[in-house]
């Protein structure tokens, strides 16, 4: 069975999902796409060479007879809506990370999802699928190190755009940690706090960069996480587990190792697309697998939302300078691994 996709939003990693779909992976076709920039969406299907219908707005493309699942790949404000009227379509769909911007939005996406009583969504939190994150949990899960005490992590990209303001570091992209530190060290979050060092002169106005978050988990870890997405040099994600033993880091990319010019050095990569190539790769994969078997196994709407719970603390605790409680709910069993 080859899977017919839709596509909504045609942007950076729109186009990329695109691609691989279309070129890398096995069993699955895009046959229609939309964009709010709608010449963009036809240049794209253009460029990459497809047989796809370019249709006027999201809504088309999740209710088109010959699409039978969806990804959504617009700006994060757009995704709430498009994954609920997928689950009203009854047609299964991968979201781009976050779920939704708020809690709330995605516990609505949560009980429409369980009132249809059966999985139709996949987040899109990548890091599971990636090697280095799956050989660090290995190595934690083996007891090697102890227990874990601490994460210090980082997430640092080369530079961003005006449009990105400060919610965003939270809401874009330290909710890739939220949702992967859980996973990692299977704990859940008890509180955030966030603190602003020195701000770089790389940023604008509507952004204090770079930001530091402080989480405590219920299991008693504290993690700190730099979040700095104006570092200049390079796109890199850093994660340190200290346990009671030893410690562990995640490895860093394969790079060569290079003499030249009375100098020793690897390069670092730039670009979030080269950095987790293989784990969208693997992520899309699985969620095609998955239609297609009738089971969705990857990251659920529950990972979405308990992500979100926690990112909505962070960006509390962004405008007030105390400590702000977390509390996610039970899981339901529909959830249930
Ligand atoms: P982008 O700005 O390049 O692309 C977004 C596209 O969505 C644009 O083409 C825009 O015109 C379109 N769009 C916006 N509203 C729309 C609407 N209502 N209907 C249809 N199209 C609409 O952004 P980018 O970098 O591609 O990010 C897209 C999403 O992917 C974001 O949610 C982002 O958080 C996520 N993302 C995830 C990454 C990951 O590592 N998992 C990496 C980069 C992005
Ligand atoms: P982008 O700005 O390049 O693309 C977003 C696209 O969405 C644009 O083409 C825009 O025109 C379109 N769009 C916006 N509103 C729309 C609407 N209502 N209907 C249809 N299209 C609409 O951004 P991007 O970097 O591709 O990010 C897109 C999403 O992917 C974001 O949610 C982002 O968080 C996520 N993302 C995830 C990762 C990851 O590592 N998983 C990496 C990058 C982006
Ligand atoms: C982007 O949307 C992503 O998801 C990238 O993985 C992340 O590193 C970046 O900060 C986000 O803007």
Known sequence: MTLKLGVIGTGAI???????????????KVVAVSDINLKGAADAVKRLGLDAEVLSDGKEVINAANVDALLVTSWDPTHEEFVLAAIAAGKPVFCEKPLAVTAAGCKRIV????????????????????QGYKALKKVIDSGEIGQPLMLHCAHRNPNVDDSYTTDMAITNTLIHELSVLRWLIDDD???AQVIYPRATINTHAKLRDPQIVLLETVKGVRIDVEIFVNCQY?????TEVVGEKGIASLPEPASVLLRSQAKRSNAILTDWKDRFIDAYDAELQDFINGVINGELTGPSAWDGYAASVAADACVAAQNNPGVVNISLPPRPAFYER
């Open 234 to 238: 390079g796109y890199d994600i850093q």
């Open 111 to 130: 009980d429409a999802e369980m009132n249809f009583g059966r999985r139709l969504v996949q987040t899109g939190f990548m890091r599971p699928y990636d």
């Open 189 to 191: 979050y008890a509180s």
């Open 14 to 28: 729109g186009q990329e999902h695109i691609r691989r779909c279309s070129h890398v992976l096995q069993g699955a």
